[in-house]
């Protein structure tokens, strides 16, 4: 399988905005959800949002309201916007589908907010 390729990290400060890209395999994404998940220092890979394949969208708690995943599947891509970031978001997101699969995980994109 090739890995999904993810972008559109960088460093911003707390209440700016990012979109995150993923662009995942086709034989992947047209076939699974897909979801989006993060890592922080020191702590465990948690899932923050997730794309049902019949569109259904599910948050975690701590960013309901300022992130909305969306998917297209002509590109075989999905987005992450991220509005109203706070620093505790800093972190390395991934997708991947949902439930994760350990051989699908990619390198990541590293998401900074600065107070």
């Known amino acids: 399988q090739v890995q999904p390729v993810e972008s559109g990290g960088g460093l911003v400060q707390a209440g700016e905005s990012l979109r995150l890209s993923c662009a995942a395999s086709?034989?992947?994404?047209?076939?699974?959800?897909m979801g989006w998940y993060r890592q922080a220092p020191g702590k465990q890979r948690e899932l923050v949002a997730g794309?049902?394949?019949?569109?259904?969208?599910k948050y975690d708690d701590s960013v309901k309201g300022r992130f909305t995943i969306s998917r297209d599947n002509v590109k075989n891509t999905i987005y992450l916007q991220m509005n109203s970031l706070k620093p505790e978001d800093t972190a390395v997101y991934y997708c991947?589908?949902?439930?994760?699969?350990?051989?699908?995980w990619g390198q990541g994109t590293q998401v900074t907010v600065s107070s």
């Open positions: 086709g034989s992947i994404f047209g076939f699974n959800a």
């Open positions: 991947n589908t949902l439930p994760a699969m350990n051989y699908y």
């Open positions: 794309l049902t394949r019949g569109g259904e969208t």
